[in-house]
């Protein structure tokens, strides 16, 4: 055992006793290339798959719910064909009213049910008349009960006097805005010529006398202006004031008498007088739309 520890020590001291050498590393000419792993871009999804998936996943996963994107689409264009008729927010009548569409509205009669460019028409096909009305205006129900009456009591209460046909008031002014159509029966004659004569300021101012302001009604009233239309039908303009000191109205009349026919139809829109200049293009234009129709 002392004989391998002299061993070592021994040999140690040996290296000690060695003279020091430094040794100088030399620099290598030899470049390591190192390539790097090559990266491979993840491709994104466009907006479309992002929010329907792949083609084929958005089928895959409607078939699991039971539906289809068929189905979807039959309910889609139900739903809208429901808001569009039952008017939904008022959208259909938007729509009816832009320019593009509203021609194609008024020649389908789609205004007798959706307001066009604010306003509706009134179609009177037993007696062959139209005209249109503000859209905000309400029927009168009395009259179109009066109208739908049956039996001969109704009948023969038709033949003594006007039949009104049609009413249409403004809600929002106690209807002191309205208009009304009344028809009434006559001998038969070729024109309206026949009935009231060939001059429509003489025919106008007979009617206010003995009709419209009679002496003893206590009201009065004073003719505008009068004048036959292209289609035959008499226009007159007056102005009516109530008994005592009551409001005074501007109206507009139209009477039409269908050629060989024993029907006289009157047609009357009114206004208060002081209501008259911002509703006058309004009611002109109502009126001058009351016409026959075939």
Not at 4 to 33: A, M, T
Not at 263 to 278: A, G, V
Request: net charge neutral.
């Amino acid at each position: 055992m002392m004989r391998v520890f002299l061993l070592v020590v021994g040999v140690e001291c040996w290296q000690f006793s060695q003279p020091y050498v430094q040794v100088r590393k030399k620099k290598s000419n030899i470049i390591l290339k190192v390539e790097e792993p090559e990266v491979v871009e993840e491709k994104k999804d466009s907006m479309l798959d992002y929010f329907f998936g792949k083609p084929g996943e958005l089928d895959a996963d409607l078939a699991l719910l039971g539906t289809s994107r068929r189905r979807i689409a039959q309910y889609v264009s139900l739903a809208i064909g429901v808001s569009l008729v039952g008017n939904f927010l008022g959208l259909t009548e938007v729509l009816l009213s832009t320019p593009l569409l509203a021609d194609f509205a008024r020649n389908n009669k789609l205004d007798t049910y959706y307001s066009v460019q604010n306003f509706k028409r009134y179609i009177d096909d037993e007696n062959h008349l139209e005209c249109l009305y503000p859209s905000s205006w309400l029927g009168d129900t009395s009259v179109y009960l009066k109208r739908n009456a049956q039996g001969a009591e109704a009948l023969l209460q038709k033949r003594a006097g006007p039949t009104p046909l049609a009413a249409f008031s403004s809600p929002n002014t106690r209807k002191l805005e309205n208009l009304s159509i009344f028809r009434s029966d006559i001998p038969e004659v070729d024109s309206i010529s026949s009935v009231l004569g060939d001059d429509p300021i003489v025919a106008a101012q007979r009617l206010l006398d003995s009709a419209i302001a009679p002496p003893s009604s206590g009201k009065s009233a004073s003719l505008l202006t009068a004048s036959q239309r292209v289609d035959g039908a008499f226009t007159f303009e007056y102005m009516l004031t109530l008994p005592s000191g009551g409001n005074t109205f501007h109206n507009i009349a139209v009477i039409i008498v269908p050629p060989r026919m024993s029907q006289l139809f009157t047609f009357t829109i009114l206004c208060p007088e002081d209501s008259w200049s911002q509703r006058e293009a309004i009611f002109r234009l109502v009126a001058e739309s009351f016409r026959l129709i075939k």
